[in-house]
Antibody, heavy 119, light 108 residues
Framework: EVQVLESGGGLVQTGGSLRLSCVASGFTLNTYAMSWVRQAPGKGLEWVSSLSSSGTSTYYSGSVKGRFIISRDDSKNTLYLQMNSLRAEDAAIYYC????????????WGQGTLVVVSS | DIQMTQSPSTLSASVGDRVTITCRASQSISNWLAWYQQKPGKAPKLLIYKASSLESGVPSRFSGSGSGTEFTLTIGSLQPDDFATYYCQQYNNFLIFTFGPGTKVDIK
């Protein structure tokens, strides 16, 4: 069964850093592109970042570019999102999602991990 | 950047109703559009991809249509399990996505 499980969320101060993890099971991470999508409390879905299946191409939304870094560790079948210089507006549930092989939509999602940013 | 809009933002309907949600893109995205369903406290679930292809396991009462800049998601006969928020997502630009603002379907 395909599953992704996020962790690493928590409470962090404005300007601080946090690293989210997404462990994949039921498939090999380096065969698929992956994305992070977030959802602020009571708001809609916002794409954050994507990593190509080759691991060589990264993509970021304008709101996080220069502050967040997406990466993966193939030996651990784990995707990461390093979040630096956190702002109040980064507070959200962060979802890890697998991108359908050979296509560009998200077909499997984790349950999310909550990031709270306080001043 | 491609912007996505959805209408209506909220829709009140009854079990058995036919429901249609519209999604518009700020420029042509061909048929590179997906629809997701999200229930409170849950992750989004893929319903439709490539504008009209039904994801495996999704009930056939869900259907999608459209191309270019205007798309629709139709629920043929609304069921109690369908009360949720629905999002469209464009993927015309490879791994750079944009989601619509969502349409909440609630009980009339």
């Amino acid at each position: 069964e395909v599953q992704v499980l996020e962790s690493g969320g928590g409470l962090v101060q404005t300007g601080g850093s946090l690293r989210l993890s997404c462990v994949a099971s039921g498939f090999t991470l380096n065969t698929y592109a992956m994305s992070w999508v977030r959802q602020a409390p009571g708001k809609g879905l916002e794409w954050v970042s994507s990593l190509s299946s080759s691991g060589t191409s990264t993509y970021y939304s304008g709101s996080v570019k220069g502050r967040f870094i997406i990466s993966r560790d193939d030996s651990k079948n784990t995707l990461y999102l390093q979040m630096n210089s956190l702002r109040a507006e980064d507070a959200a549930i962060y979802y890890c999602a697998r991108v359908r092989y050979g296509d560009f939509f998200c077909d499997s999602w984790g349950q999310g991990t909550l990031v709270v940013v306080s001043s | 950047d491609i912007q996505m809009t959805q209408s209506p933002s909220t829709l009140s309907a009854s079990v058995g109703d036919r429901v249609t949600i519209t999604c518009r893109a700020s420029q042509s995205i061909s048929n590179w559009l997906a629809w997701y369903q999200q229930k409170p406290g849950k992750a989004p679930k893929l319903l439709i991809y490539k504008a009209s292809s039904l994801e495996s396991g999704v009930p056939s009462r869900f259907s999608g249509s459209g191309s270019g800049t205007e798309f629709t998601l139709t629920i043929g006969s609304l069921q109690p399990d369908d009360f949720a928020t629905y999002y469209c997502q464009q993927y015309n630009n490879f791994l750079i996505f944009t989601f619509g603002p969502g349409t909440k379907v609630d009980i009339k």
